[in-house]
């Protein structure tokens, strides 16, 4: 394909979807703060970029995967940021999960520079990365999601990828799918505890949730990590702690009430008091499992 592909952020889930662009025949220019993603890419026939305003210097259309609100902001707005040597024409799609009002600000900010961004944050993990079967949620215009469409489905699931509304509406979304994961999370891991306390099979409990209303991604995926102790991190704790940080003030902002997630984030509070930080998510079972006195299985 002619065009030119510019992603920066090569991290758990940067490095395979940039792989899966490559595997689709797209022509990729690539920036990442450490360079062994960048050589492992290039190697693939990726060209390096030693900055994000060179990779806007290469391409037109932008992808970035960073962890936080900040480090979108110094991607884009930093010395050498994308904003500096942006084309007129560009398109950015930020695929990082940060607050809706950050999203917004950072298109805007494109706009005034003659380009479009898309807010266009991702669910499906680490495996959904290496599987180009992610979701992808989106806000932004219409005419820049159809523009990026061929490229988002070399990464995601077609039927996954949606656009939610105007520039926000994405990150506002993955405010949502973060608060169903913690709450079903939470509410898995209360469930497994009761059935360790009252001595029954709790992957028997499992297996009969999930032919039932009770099934879902949560129950099937976390649900079998947590009955394997498997907290190899497909998506850190950390992150997901900012990711509640970030609906914590979409909450307030909108001034919506949601108990569930308050308690959640407690949960996940207490997992980076006792160090867990850098585990998976799903680890959230065992500070329930130990509030019941339950070792972890």
Do not use: W
């Not at 707005?77 to 950072?106: K, M, Y």
């Amino acid at each position: 394909m002619s065009d030119r592909i510019g992603f920066i952020g090569l991290g758990v889930m940067g490095k395979p979807m940039a792989r899966n662009l490559l595997n689709r025949g797209f022509s990729l220019v690539v920036h990442n703060r450490s360079r062994a993603a960048v050589d492992e890419l290039a190697s693939l026939g990726a060209t390096p970029a030693s900055s994000p305003a060179e990779v806007a210097r290469e391409a037109r259309v932008i992808l970035t995967m960073v962890p936080d609100s900040p480090d979108v902001a110094a991607v884009l707005e930093g010395t050498d940021g994308v904003f500096s040597a942006l084309q007129p024409g560009s398109l950015i799609v930020d695929h990082s999960t940060i607050a809706p009002a950050v999203a917004r600000r950072l298109a805007a900010r494109a706009k005034s520079l003659g380009a479009s961004m898309l807010d266009a944050p991702v669910s499906g993990g680490e495996v959904g990365a290496i599987n180009a079967s992610l979701s992808i949620m989106m806000g932004g215009e219409a005419a820049d999601v159809e523009r990026a469409r061929p490229i988002l489905e070399a990464m995601g699931n077609p039927e996954r990828i949606i656009h939610i509304g105007a520039s926000g509406a994405g990150q506002l979304c993955k405010v949502c799918n973060q608060m169903v994961i913690g709450g079903t999370l939470a509410a898995v891991s209360e469930a497994f505890a009761l059935a360790r306390k009252a001595n029954v099979d709790a992957s028997r409990v499992r297996a009969a949730l999930l032919g039932g209303f009770a099934s879902s991604r949560v129950l099937e995926a976390h649900g079998e990590r947590i009955l394997q102790s498997n907290y190899r991190p497909g998506f850190r704790t950390r992150l997901f702690a900012k990711d509640l940080r970030i609906a914590a003030d979409t909450l307030s902002e909108h001034e919506t009430p949601a108990p569930v997630a308050a308690a959640v984030q407690q949960l996940v509070a207490a997992m980076m008091a006792s160090g867990k930080g850098d585990v998976d998510y799903s680890a959230l079972a065992t500070v329930l499992f130990d509030l019941a006195g339950l070792e972890d299985s």
